[in-house]
């Protein structure tokens, strides 16, 4: 077993997965749209004067310093997943839930204040040439961090099948998942126990046999993680990764508190999910540790 030490560039190079960490640094960002999409989510709209649209890629994250408030004063940077970029070179934006401290301040911000951000970090989701077919299935929020991979494959001509994931109907954002992409969506959901473990793997079976699809992608649950692990190993051709949302300090890959155990099939190691990552091949995430 290898410790992360061993494992920086080389190791998401040896994944096959792009990044541009030379080009990460920390914008001074101007909030230009800030609102509430539904009940449980929130979309910002950021604008920067550097070239965020073009150096931000699908599956990367930013770490949003939030703002401190009477009652609260947020310390370390929170990671988000870029929910999409441009048109205009320094616009980007995030989706959010607010769960805690720091997606609790940042709920607070008001459209013309200024926040900090650090990035674009991490690998992005492999795309290639010669996909023809891909299936993502999302959960929650993951669709945030999956939305740029879909207007990429869209622009690309990638037929794109969908399952989406939620607690219920209302919470679903098929709008702001597609954001005009042409695709094969299939909804489900806890409040009909159409998203239990059951259902999901059938329907994703049905999916994959129906059809080729060159590669799977998903993000935002443990549970359809190893759903889709068990389900690849019935589909030798078709490519799988998943985006990993790991409890992260730094982001930069110095603290070490995101490492997670991989298995390539030749060695087990442990990578950072946020330097490493946030994307990794499903077949090689090791779904429980057993410590003897
Ligand atoms: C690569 C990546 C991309 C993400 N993208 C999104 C996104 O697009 N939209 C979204 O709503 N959420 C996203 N998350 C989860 C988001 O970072 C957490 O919800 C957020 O940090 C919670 O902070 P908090 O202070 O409100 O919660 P608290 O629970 O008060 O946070 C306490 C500490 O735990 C960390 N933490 C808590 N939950 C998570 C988590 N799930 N993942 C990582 N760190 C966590 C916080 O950063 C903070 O340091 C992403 C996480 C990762 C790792």
Same mark, same amino acid.
């Given at each position: 077993? !290898?410790?992360?030490?061993?494992?920086?560039?080389?190791?998401?190079? &040896?994944?096959?997965? =792009?990044?541009?960490?030379?080009?990460?640094?920390?914008? %001074?960002?101007?909030?230009?749209?800030?609102?509430?999409?539904?009940?449980?989510? $929130?979309?910002?709209?950021?604008?920067?004067?550097?070239?965020?649209?073009?150096?931000?890629?699908?599956?990367?994250?930013?770490?949003?310093?939030?703002?401190?408030?009477? &009652?609260?004063?947020?310390?370390?940077?929170?990671?988000?997943?870029?929910?999409?970029?441009?048109?205009?070179?320094?616009?980007?934006?995030?989706?959010?839930?607010?769960?805690?401290?720091?997606?609790?301040?940042?709920? !607070?911000?008001?459209?013309?204040? !200024?926040?900090?951000?650090?990035?674009? *970090?991490?690998?992005?989701?492999?795309?290639?040439?010669?996909?023809?077919?891909?299936?993502?299935?999302? %959960?929650?929020?993951?669709?945030?961090?999956?939305?740029?991979?879909?207007?990429?494959?869209?622009?690309?001509?990638?037929?794109?099948?969908?399952?989406?994931?939620?607690?219920?109907?209302?919470? *679903?954002?098929?709008?702001?998942?597609?954001?005009?992409?042409?695709?094969?969506?299939?909804?489900?959901?806890?409040?009909?126990?159409?998203?239990?473990?059951?259902?999901?793997?059938?329907?994703? $079976?049905?999916?994959?046999?129906?059809?080729?699809?060159?590669?799977?992608?998903?993000?935002?649950?443990?549970?359809?993680?190893?759903?889709?692990?068990?389900?690849?190993?019935?589909?030798?051709?078709?490519?799988?990764?998943?985006?990993?949302?790991?409890?992260?300090?730094?982001?930069?890959?110095?603290?070490?508190?995101?490492?997670?155990?991989?298995?390539?099939?030749?060695?087990?190691?442990?990578?950072?999910?946020?330097?490493?990552? =946030?994307?990794?091949?499903? %077949?090689?995430?090791?779904?429980?540790?057993?410590?003897?």
């Amino acid at each position: 077993m !290898t410790l992360p030490a061993s494992c920086g560039e080389a190791s998401s190079a &040896a994944c096959g997965f =792009p990044r541009n960490a030379a080009q990460v640094a920390s914008h %001074r960002c101007r909030v230009v749209e800030h609102r509430q999409v539904n009940a449980r989510y $929130r979309y910002l709209r950021l604008s920067a004067d550097a070239d965020l649209a073009g150096t931000t890629r699908p599956g990367q994250f930013y770490q949003l310093k939030c703002p401190a408030v009477e &009652a609260a004063q947020p310390f370390l940077l929170r990671p988000m997943s870029v929910y999409g970029t441009g048109p205009e070179a320094g616009t980007i934006e995030f989706l959010y839930n607010v769960t805690g401290l720091g997606t609790g301040t940042l709920a !607070t911000l008001d459209v013309g204040s !200024t926040m900090d951000i650090v990035g674009p *970090l991490g690998n992005t989701f492999e795309l290639r040439p010669e996909d023809q077919g891909l299936l993502v299935v999302a %959960r929650g929020v993951g669709l945030a961090t999956m939305a740029p991979l879909l207007r990429q494959a869209a622009q690309a001509g990638v037929a794109i099948t969908a399952v989406m994931s939620a607690r219920s109907p209302q919470d *679903l954002m098929r709008d702001e998942f597609l954001r005009g992409a042409e695709a094969d969506v299939h909804c489900v959901f806890d409040s009909d126990g159409s998203s239990a473990v059951e259902p999901v793997e059938a329907l994703v $079976r049905r999916l994959l046999s129906a059809r080729h699809h060159d590669a799977v992608f998903t993000c935002g649950s443990h549970r359809l993680l190893l759903l889709l692990q068990r389900v690849l190993q019935d589909f030798p051709a078709t490519r799988g990764d998943v985006a990993m949302e790991q409890r992260m300090a730094c982001g930069m890959g110095v603290c070490l508190s995101c490492v997670r155990l991989f298995d390539d099939g030749q060695d087990k190691r442990f990578l950072r999910v946020c330097r490493d990552g =946030p994307v990794f091949p499903i %077949r090689h995430v090791v779904g429980e540790v057993e410590f003897g």
